[in-house]
């Protein structure tokens, strides 16, 4: 299947590797197909929208930021997302990059089932983590 991206252009991607998030992610309720990308050369990764190619955003894995990242998963949200052991998941948290730094919000993460490729957006309730929070180094 080929897609049209926001930074990459015209892509091929497998359709085995769409992320459904059924309820969208908040702000961005109405598309719910995405796709991750690595961009090469960095520790960056792209949430691409399969249905419209400007939604787009930029993600980090936390621990290749914040060694003490911590977070804990409601039991409606394992059973939301069939989680069943923790190597099942993989976290992700969305950057914006500005012209004098760059911030992650950590308060929100992006968590995907690798095994049936369900996504959601979940808030921690955990008040030590930021929506801005300063990351130093990308590379």
Same mark, same amino acid.
């Given at each position: 299947?080929?897609?049209e991206?926001k930074?990459?252009?015209?892509?091929?991607i #497998?359709?085995?590797?769409?992320?459904?998030?059924? $309820?969208?992610?908040p702000?961005?309720?109405?598309? $719910?197909r995405?796709i991750?990308? =690595?961009?090469?050369? +960095?520790?960056?990764?792209?949430?691409?929208s399969?249905?419209?190619?400007?939604?787009?955003? &930029?993600?980090?894995?936390p621990?290749?930021?914040?060694?003490d990242?911590?977070?804990?998963? !409601?039991? #409606?949200?394992?059973k939301e &997302?069939d989680?069943?052991?923790?190597e099942?998941?993989?976290?992700?948290?969305v950057?914006t990059?500005?012209e004098?730094k760059?911030?992650?919000?950590? &308060? +929100?993460?992006?968590?995907?089932n690798?095994k049936?490729? =369900?996504? =959601?957006q979940?808030?921690?309730?955990?008040?030590?983590? !930021?929506i801005?929070?300063?990351?130093k180094c &990308? !590379?």
């Open positions: 299947m080929i897609i991206t930074f990459f252009g015209q892509i091929e #497998d359709e085995k590797e769409i992320i459904h998030f059924e $309820k969208g992610i702000g961005l309720e109405e598309y $719910k995405f991750i990308s =690595k961009v090469e050369e +960095a520790n960056i990764y792209c949430l691409q399969i249905e419209e190619k400007n939604i787009a955003l &930029l993600l980090i894995m621990w290749d930021h914040v060694k990242y911590e977070l804990e998963l !409601s039991e #409606d949200e394992i &997302l989680i069943k052991t923790h099942d998941v993989l976290v992700y948290n950057i990059v500005r004098d760059i911030t992650a919000n950590l &308060l +929100a993460p992006i968590i995907i690798v049936n490729n =369900k996504g =959601k979940i808030i921690l309730n955990d008040k030590k983590y !930021s801005r929070q300063e990351i &990308l !590379s």
